[in-house]
């Protein structure tokens, strides 16, 4: 399907190689159907000051949320605990129902395997095609390269890169970039999507699409998370729920979060 | 995270940018293999020369007949080898022929009227398998009562010496080659952390996809086992040929000791697996480098 066609419906690669790679875990998670539980989390980057302090909230399952605040908030650092490339200092993180703070190292791929991230800088390998820089995640989840072409083809042409499969990051547009990160990000429709400011490089136009892709991915049961500055972002998602940092703690100073994170008491 | 036994499958051949041949490594290693080959070849071929001398020194013995008369000489030669065959023990008895002695002496007094100008002793060689002092002891007493003029020489008299020379060459050979081998392992240490370094990036992505140690791992093995086999390839490929025309120097030199140290079909055998040792170690030492890199990583 083109990307000029909309994202009416989610792309066919997720009901097949991509849609069969990870189980539910709806058994794994807790009583409270939460996918991420923070209790009193803190993280303290050497010596310094804590970078988030206290963070207690929960995230449900097949939720949409997004999580705002001011530059240096510590909106990346509370996102990089989600996506597993820091350990809390202190504080307990249960994700997909299990402890993943004393969690052994040698567990943490298969959890990784199961969130999808778009990453600020993107992050994409530089040496690497567009092609296979979306087909990475399906090649670490060892889908056999003949079971490749279609999805991430698929993907590609649903974020509107279809013609440029064979360039290389260095030769795209940053708003490129930013549609192939999304991309690799979805392919393997991850139980967890974790999107830092997904749409800081792209049009209005093109943000609304991509935001259309989340949202279709949501609604196969995705939970999906994304920190953004842009106001006009959280408002086309009516049912998404709201994260406010400010200086490392959840803040809510206005009371006008229309959701405010529920808390694991709760 | 070890566990893991996922590839990345064909991807394996793009995930690292740089090609083979990229950085001194392949050439380092070929350098390596050189030294290694041709300290090994010298062990090998000193091995061989050291177990013939070993024969010679366990089992064989010249009499020598110093006899001025040379019909008396010839005589007690030949009562000397009647003795020597009539004691139990005793294996091969040869009286060493006139001309074979002059050829021996040729180099050294020249040719032409020899036998009538120098008196020159007449030899036997004698076998003794077992080697031992008592047989020894019976074998002098023996040829010395039927051949008054007779001595008994005992060639590991004048062997020993150049065997334990020998000996002491092929333990050095053997170091060499333990120094050689260490310092390929250091060389794959060495690349394999300067990898890690330059693929930094690429390996924190790779890992945050959640691909296991080993997947990552198994991706510098394979760029490493290509430098390991290009460089040992070429190193035994520049050694062999030296190794040859060496061989050939020596074999036109006519030198019994020179021709013992060459080297023999599974002594190649054992030089042609010395590369294939070297991918083996490659892989082993970049392995235990990565993963230990990697353990210390989220």
């Known amino acids: 399907m083109p990307f000029s066609a909309g994202f009416t419906h989610a792309p066919t690669a997720w009901h097949g190689v991509a849609g069969g790679l990870f189980l539910r875990a709806g058994s794994e998670l807790s009583a409270s159907g939460s996918i991420v539980q923070f209790e009193n989390v803190g993280l303290r980057y050497g010596t310094g000051a804590e970078t988030l302090s206290d963070l207690t909230f929960a995230l ?33 993180i249960r994700l997909f129902g299990e402890d993943i703070v004393t969690m052994p190292r040698a567990r943490l791929p298969g959890f990784r395997r199961r969130i999808g991230v778009v990453f600020q800088d993107f992050r994409l390998v530089p040496h ?10 399906l090649r670490v989840a060892g889908v056999a390269e003949s079971d490749l072409h279609n999805p991430v083809s698929e993907m590609l042409a649903w974020v509107g890169l279809a013609d440029r499969a064979s360039a290389r990051p260095a030769t795209l547009s940053g708003g490129e970039q930013q549609r192939v990160a999304i991309a690799r990000a979805v392919i393997g429709r991850p139980e967890l999507l974790v999107a830092d400011e ?6 209005p136009e093109m943000a609304k699409r991509l935001l259309h892709l989340f949202d279709s991915l949501n609604k196969l049961g995705t939970t999906v998370i994304i920190a953004t500055h842009d106001l006009h972002l959280l408002s086309r998602i009516q049912r ?24 694991p008491e709760a | 995270m070890r566990g893991n036994s996922r590839r990345f499958g064909a991807a394996e051949r793009v995930l690292l940018p740089e090609g083979r041949m990229a950085g001194p490594m392949p050439w380092v290693i070929a350098i390596m293999m050189f030294l290694t080959v041709l300290a090994a070849a010298a062990g090998l071929g000193l091995g061989g020369a050291a177990a013939r001398l070993g024969d010679q020194i366990g089992g064989r013995v010249t009499v020598q007949v ?19 065959r009539r004691l139990p023990g005793v294996g091969a008895v040869r009286i060493v022929p006139e001309r074979e002695i ?3 002496l040729e180099p050294w007094i020249g040719a032409g009227g020899l036998e009538s100008d120098v008196p020159v002793p007449a030899l036997v060689d004698v076998d003794l398998p077992s080697g031992d002092r008592a047989q020894l002891d019976r074998l002098r007493a023996a040829v010395v009562a039927a051949a008054p003029s007779a001595r008994v020489d005992e060639n590991a008299q004048w062997l020993a010496p150049l065997a334990r020379l020998i000996g002491a060459l092929r333990w050095l050979a053997v170091g060499l080659v333990l120094l050689m081998v260490g310092a390929t392992a250091a060389t794959v240490v060495l690349a394999a952390r300067a990898a890690l370094d330059t693929h930094r990036e690429t390996i924190e992505i790779l890992h945050l996809m959640g691909a296991t140690d080993v997947q990552v791992a198994r991706l510098f093995q394979r760029r490493i086992a290509l430098d390991a086999l290009f460089g040992g390839l070429v190193g035994f490929i520049v050694a062999g040929v030296v190794l040859i025309l060496l061989g050939r120097q020596a074999a036109a030199l ?19 697996a010395l590369p294939v040792f070297g991918v083996a170690l490659a892989m082993l030492v970049a392995r235990i480098t990565i993963l230990r890199a990697l353990g210390r990583m989220l």
């Not at chain 1, 998404?240 to 808390?263: I, K, W, Y």
């Open chain 1, 60 to 92: 449900r399952e097949g939720g949409f949320y997004f999580l705002t605040g001011p530059s240096g908030a510590g909106k990346t650092s509370l996102l990089k605990l989600l996506y597993l490339a820091q350990r809390p200092s202190r504080g307990l």
């Open chain 1, 128 to 137: 690497l095609s567009a092609y296979d820089n979306v087909a990475l995640p």
């Open chain 1, 198 to 203: 997904p749409t800081g490089n792209v049009d």
């Open chain 1, 240 to 263: 998404a729920e709201m994260l406010r940092l400010d200086r490392g703690q959840l803040a809510d100073p206005t009371g006008a979060l229309r959701h405010p994170p529920q808390r």
């Open chain 2, 66 to 84: 110093v006899e001025a008369n040379p019909t008396a000489r010839a005589a007690q030669a030949e009562a000397a080898a009647a003795a020597a």
């Open chain 2, 102 to 104: 002059y050829a021996l």
């Open chain 2, 254 to 272: 006519g030198s019994d000791l020179l021709g013992s140290a060459a080297l023999a079909p599974t002594a190649w055998g054992v030089l042609v």
